[in-house]
């Protein structure tokens, strides 16, 4: 199976030939993998170099002449370093583009802390307009990169993983959450690539599971729904910084009496490299510390 990453190139490479509009900009990372591309359309494939600041600005840039910019780079260097850039170029401008990320939260562990960016969609959430996809399988990401590009001018995020879930379930058609499993104790929500984890650690348990792969906007009547039928104990299973989506997830319950587990990358900095895996279990996010977690909130 491929990687969301290879599949990005494969996806954008063969839109950028039918898709007079697109336009891609790149700050190094992933370049090898599009030159062919970038051969084919010089003036629609640009590379600016290590520069992240002046990817997003010639993104923006691009934007005001009709064209629909995709940017790319790491995500600690696309929404992180840039973040001016991409409050003013996009936001201030009322322009529309597609961020595309790779290796978010603790993808690369050996890239070090500069490569991580589990905070990257909480920042996205101080401004106004984003809309935010975390797919958890190649497929998805196809179809939500899809999705993206032929959004007109919205501004859009999308997230990929290094993690991907066995198989994929295609996004709903409203990009809504999907209701992957029913029960009466709570609602679980998973997000993109944690999905298999959570129903790993949720195998037999009475409990609701929710899948999201579109986490902006926040899918309020999914929750709604999914705590008017079980418990209204909400249990948030994010591959991104604990509690992200914690005030959304109030705000959708706001006149129901409710509690909320936000579970996802802890702050505390982790000094060593290690692998993906270690990682995820030293965040509590394997199957095993979820369903510790999840059993101990819900009794």
């Known amino acids: ?24 900009v ?13 051969e084919r359309h010089p003036d629609r494939v640009i590379n600016v170099g290590i520069r992240e600041q002046l990817l997003v600005g010639v993104g923006g840039g691009l934007a005001l002449t ?22 003013l170029d996009f936001g201030h401008q009322d322009t529309g583009g597609v961020l595309v990320s790779s290796s978010a939260s603790y993808d ?8 991580m960016s589990p905070g990257d969609v909480a920042l996205l959430d101080t401004l106004d307009g984003w809309t935010v996809h975390v797919p958890g399988h190649p ?14 001018d919205d501004r859009v995020y999308v997230r990929l ?18 209701t992957v499993r029913e029960g009466g104790a709570g609602v679980v929500v998973a997000v993109g690539p944690l999905l298999d984890n959570v129903l790993a650690a949720t195998e037999g348990l009475d409990v609701t599971v929710l899948y999201a792969t579109t986490v902006r906007p926040f899918d309020d009547e999914a929750l709604r729904a999914a705590a008017g039928r ?28 409710h509690r909320v587990l936000p579970l996802g990358v802890g702050r505390a900095e982790l ?9 995820t279990a030293a965040h509590g996010l394997d199957a095993g510390s979820l369903r510790q977690r999840i059993t101990a909130f819900l009794r």
């Open 1 to 24: 199976m491929d990687t969301m990453r290879e599949r990005f190139i494969s996806v954008t490479s063969r839109l950028l030939d039918e898709d007079p509009r697109l336009a891609l």
């Open 26 to 38: 790149l700050a190094e990372i992933t370049m090898d993998g599009f030159r062919p591309a970038q």
């Open 66 to 87: 009709g064209l629909r910019p995709v940017l790319h780079t790491f995500a600690s260097f696309l929404v992180e370093r840039p973040f001016e850039q991409v409050k």
């Open 108 to 115: 690369w562990p050996a890239g070090g802390y500069t490569h």
């Open 139 to 152: 497929d998805e990401a196809e179809a939500l990169l899809r999705h993206a590009y032929a959004a007109g």
């Open 161 to 178: 993983s290094q993690m991907s879930n066995a198989a994929p379930l295609p996004p709903a058609g409203d990009l809504g959450f999907r």
């Open 230 to 257: 079980a418990s209204a104990d909400v249990v948030l299973v994010e591959p991104y910084l604990a509690g992200t989506s914690a005030a959304a997830a109030g705000q959708a319950l706001l006149d129901v009496p």
């Open 271 to 279: 000094r060593r490299f290690g692998t993906i895996e270690e990682h």
